[in-house]
């Protein structure tokens, strides 16, 4: 894993860990009288929930002054950061707390962060959930301030696949997954699937918080088997051929990128086919448009009419 990230969870577990970024503004702690608000979207059944705040500034800890407030309730009075690290003259704190019975059942946290320091501010801010699941996975969580220079590969998991998701910020750096290469230029929240089970980062890049939800087999992969366009209707042969279950199914028929038709199914099991019907419009449907979900990454496909 990273240098400088902390292991704060790695385990087998039915679940998986889904990592939500809240707003990425830095805030500068000038007053109380101006406090920082955030609102983070969770899921309500989350088990467990860690927050975690970065801030970056010159002063020592001993002479910042916060208030750290989770939907009205106080969780912290005094500035006491887990990690520490000093960046070409900057010195970022990271703080961590489990606000668990906090959040338990609500699928939002509002978040109010009092501070007041000679030249600080809010870095980055995010939450990382613990979700119960029918699916086993073997699910780390790093926390904590990683800064790479130049370059670092990591390799991710054993065997099958992952989903993994990334939060810290860069200037001119990139982060490569699965062979595509997205550029960093400012904060950044990332949230990919895995194959190969390699990540490579290029700096400069600060890493605050990584979350990997390690799975083995195949992803669910919800394809159309054929396409049967008749003159008032469109039948699809939907196929799920991965190993795992797919959930929150959409179809949108589309003409150009106006949704014109929904659909919507619960779930498809492994190696299920269904059978469905599109009413289709007079003129100009063009394409058929899956999402789906699994593990609380968001899967999209699109297929051309005419195509299977």
């Known amino acids: 894993m990273l240098p400088g990230l902390e292991k704060y969870l790695s385990d087998e577990r039915s679940g998986y860990a889904m990592l939500a970024a809240g707003p990425q503004y830095p805030h500068t702690c000038s007053s109380f009288e101006y406090p920082a608000r955030y609102t983070i979207s969770i899921r309500e059944n989350s088990d467990t929930s860690l927050l975690f705040l970065v801030l970056r500034g010159k002063d020592r800890a001993e002479d910042i002054n916060w208030r750290v407030y989770v939907n009205e309730v106080k969780v912290s009075r005094v500035f006491k950061p887990q990690h520490f690290l000093e960046i070409r003259g900057d010195l970022y704190y990271v703080y961590v707390a489990d606000v668990s019975p906090i959040v338990k059942g609500a699928n939002t946290i509002e978040l109010l962060v009092k501070c007041h320091a000679r030249d600080?501010?809010?870095?980055?801010?995010?939450?990382?959930?613990?979700?119960?699941?029918?699916?086993?996975?073997?699910?780390?969580?790093?926390?904590?301030?990683?800064?790479?220079?130049?370059e670092y590969s990591l390799q991710v998991g054993e065997r099958g696949f992952s989903v993994i998701s990334i939060v810290g910020r860069g200037s001119g750096g990139a982060i490569t997954i699965g062979g595509t290469s997205k550029k960093i230029n400012n904060s950044f929240e990332i949230s990919e699937l895995l194959l190969d089970n390699r990540v490579d980062i290029a700096g400069p890049i600060n890493v605050y918080a990584m979350v990997v939800n390690a799975y083995t087999g195949k992803p669910p992969d919800i394809s159309l088997s054929s396409i049967l366009?008749?003159?008032?209707?469109?039948?699809?042969?939907?196929?799920?051929?991965?190993?795992?279950?797919?959930?929150?199914?959409?179809?949108?028929?589309?003409?150009?990128?106006?949704?014109?038709?929904?659909?919507?199914?619960?779930?498809?099991?492994?190696?299920?086919?269904?059978?469905?019907?599109?009413?289709?419009?007079?003129?100009?449907?063009?394409?058929?448009?899956?999402?789906?979900?699994?593990?609380?990454?968001?899967?999209?496909?699109?297929?051309?009419?005419?195509?299977?």
Do not use: C, H, W
Not at 133 to 148: P, T
């Open 229 to 308: 366009v008749e003159p008032d209707k469109i039948r699809l042969t939907l196929t799920n051929s991965g190993d795992y279950v797919a959930s929150n199914i959409e179809l949108k028929l589309l003409r150009g990128t106006q949704a014109v038709q929904r659909l919507t199914i619960n779930r498809m099991e492994p190696k299920e086919s269904s059978e469905i019907e599109l009413s289709k419009p007079v003129t100009g449907a063009t394409a058929i448009k899956i999402v789906y979900e699994f593990s609380g990454y968001t899967f999209t496909r699109v297929v051309q009419l005419g195509q299977s």
């Open 120 to 150: 600080v501010r809010i870095e980055s801010t995010g939450l990382v959930s613990l979700l119960p699941d029918e699916s086993k996975s073997r699910v780390g969580v790093y926390l904590g301030i990683s800064r790479v220079e130049k």
